[in-house]
T-cell receptor, first 114, second 111 residues
């Protein structure tokens, strides 16, 4: 099946710093990628939809200035958590839409803000 | 009312049992139905993908969609300890965009 790679898998950062998470589609081109956040024992919460070459579409309640999304190519989208705080600690997952209209997820990135 | 309802479990079954996982939904416009498996601390893995109503089988897994009842199921035959994971249903009107997820059912298969 299609592969979506996410990096880093785990990151610890200090409060007030910024951290970047990368999402790559390895064997297909993805014009659309999605960023989710998942709290323990909860389902996936869509944060934003990332479209190659245009601005991301953010879900209601998600701060676009805090969660910067860049989709610079058909295989790469990045999520930057700016001025991170402990409450931003979470599991962040990306997914990419294939031309076959299915969604493949990355392995997820654990962010811990200390 | 949530778009998608899924019993969170947990569900424990002995090895070899048949497992039935279910989701109900309220939006009759949903046409694309997916089941994902998520191991602890990992991203979801696509298991089954179905368009519209009907059954789809892949090895030990069978997905069923009943659009008239707004009900989807995933059956796992001859369950194995390696099937222990959280199973998420997801559905959409248009396919790739705007997926609605269930809360996930945590399954444990006991050896």
């Amino acid at each position: 099946g299609a592969v979506v790679s996410q990096h880093p898998s785990r990151v610890i950062c200090k409060s007030g710093t910024s951290v970047k998470i990368e999402c790559r589609s390895l064997d297909f081109q993805a014009t659309t990628m999605f960023w989710y956040r998942q709290f323990p024992k909860k389902s996936l919460m869509l944060m934003a939809t990332s479209n190659e070459g245009s601005k991301a579409t953010y879900e209601q309640g998600v701060e676009k200035d805090k969660f910067l999304i860049n989709h610079a190519s058909l295989t790469l989208s990045t999520l930057t958590v700016t001025s991170a705080h402990p409450e931003d600690s979470s599991f962040y997952i990306c997914s990419a839409a294939s031309s076959g209209n299915t969604i493949y997820f990355g392995e997820g990135s654990w962010l811990t803000v200390v | 009312q949530k778009e998608v309802e899924q019993d969170p479990g947990p569900l424990s079954v002995p090895e070899g049992a048949i497992v039935s996982l279910n989701c109900t939904y309220s939006n009759s416009a949903f046409q694309y139905f997916m089941w994902y498996r998520q191991y602890s601390r990992k991203g979801p893995e696509l298991l089954m993908y179905t368009y519209s109503s009907g059954n789809k089988e892949d090895g030990r897994f069978t997905a069923q969609v009943d659009k008239s009842s707004k009900y989807i199921s995933l059956f796992i035959r001859d369950s194995q300890p390696s099937d222990s994971a959280t199973y998420l249903c997801a559905m959409s009107e248009t396919g790739a965009n705007n997926l609605f997820f269930g809360t996930g059912t945590r399954l444990t298969v006991i050896p």
